[in-house]
Nanobody
């Protein structure tokens, strides 16, 4: 039900926009989230959106922005000023709309997952 795309190789300081295409009405009936997993590390919360609220992390604050286009049934992760430590496989996911804000940082809260898209930040 979720398909992530938009990853690739980018130089440090560059930008990428990840997309998560979903079935109709998914992001109006579910909260959406982005996670990432670097080699040898656990899956890490990146950002979430629930109705009009967005949530992020200190490490990506001011650089990453989550958004959605309900008409296109698509969620986005806009990534600017990318750093080598942002290199990871990025996953999109959907959680119940009733999820409390703090729970959206927990991957166990999400019912549906996309297949992941690889982002490599390197010169």
């Amino acid at each position: 039900q979720l398909q992530a795309s938009g990853g690739g190789l980018v130089q440090p300081g560059g930008s990428l926009r990840l997309s998560c295409a979903a079935s109709e009405h998914t992001f109006t009936t579910y909260a959406g989230g982005w996670f990432r997993q670097a080699p040898g590390k656990e899956r890490e919360f990146v950002a979430a959106i629930r109705r009009g609220q967005t949530f992020g992390t200190d490490s990506t604050k001011g650089r990453f922005t989550i958004s959605r286009d309900n008409a296109k049934n698509t969620m986005y992760l806009h990534m600017n000023s990318l750093k080598p430590e942002d290199t990871a496989v990025y996953y999109c996911a959907a959680a119940p709309l009733t999820s409390i804000a703090s729970s959206l940082r927990n991957p166990d809260q999400y019912n549906y997952w996309g297949q992941g898209t690889l982002v490599t930040v390197s010169s």
